[in-house]
């Protein structure tokens, strides 16, 4: 979608390599009435019935497979190949259970395969939005690279999430007593504080100096443990790239 947003003309190139399709994985509202509250078994098979009556005339229209298992360890096989498809891993639901919006649980479940993760120096910092207006929130992070016969630090994440209020506060009284430079919004920090970020996808990216774009990154941890030369390198996190990317 990064290749479409902004464009008020979409070329034929980008028509070829973004293609764009419609994925239904449920049907809410079915001659005008709205079904919702009705079994899930039952919303599939009229989500079906109006897949195949559509199909030929709406060509990128596609229905969502439904995974099939003999018991719970062919199923934890399964969904070990979802980073390989571009997945997080398997939604799990109760075929009598209606259409719920919101985090309820009980019904439907998130079963995600383990994230990857590298360890990264925090690098920049910008203000949150919100509650968070008055706090260095969103970080830049970087791992270590070999240059001209030297050791440099190349941004490939930001991620804004996975901290506790209270580690917050410090990493905003960090970046305030270590500020380096500003670029409008944005500080640069003394590279001393290392996290471990967790993220669910790695691909190759000619937009990023690191050459990889990562899917859904976030800090896992806060390594106290860590210095900045305990950081991975950029070396390792390509080894990941070669091991899990989509290239």
Same mark, same amino acid.
């Given at each position: ?35 919702? +509250? ?30 099939e298992a003999a018991d719970w360890k ?13 997945? +997080? ?27 990857l993760t590298i360890d990264g120096v ?58 380096? +430079? ?63 990317g989509n290239n």
């Open positions: 979608m990064q290749t479409r947003i902004g464009r008020k003309n979409v070329t034929k190139t980008i028509l070829k390599n973004a293609p764009i399709v419609v994925r239904a994985y449920d049907l809410l509202e079915w001659d005008g009435d709205d079904i919702r +509250e009705s079994p899930l078994e039952k919303r599939r098979k009229q989500l079906k019935e109006l897949y195949e009556n559509t199909k030929e005339s709406i060509p990128p229209f596609q229905l969502s497979d439904v995974v062919v199923l934890a096989n399964l969904r070990e190949q979802s980073r390989s498809l571009m997945a +997080e891993g398997f939604m799990i639901k109760r075929k009598n259970s209606t259409y719920q919006v919101g985090r309820k649980r009980g019904d439907w479940w998130k079963w995600k395969v383990d994230p925090l690098i920049n910092a910008q203000r949150g939005t919100g509650r968070r207006s008055g706090l260095y929130t969103d970080y830049t992070f970087a791992v270590w690279d070999e240059y001209n016969g030297s050791q440099r630090l190349v941004p490939f994440a930001k991620a804004y999430s996975g901290l506790t209020d209270d580690e917050i506060r410090k990493v905003d009284a960090f970046v305030k007593r270590n500020t380096r +430079e500003k670029f409008g919004p944005v500080r640069s920090v003394n590279p001393e504080l290392v996290f471990e970020i967790a993220f669910e996808g790695i691909q190759r990216s000619s937009r990023h100096k690191s050459g990889v774009a990562l899917r859904f990154p976030r800090i896992l941890r806060w390594r106290l443990d860590k210095s900045a030369e305990d950081a991975n390198t950029l070396v390792e996190l390509r080894e990941l790239l070669d091991l899990y």
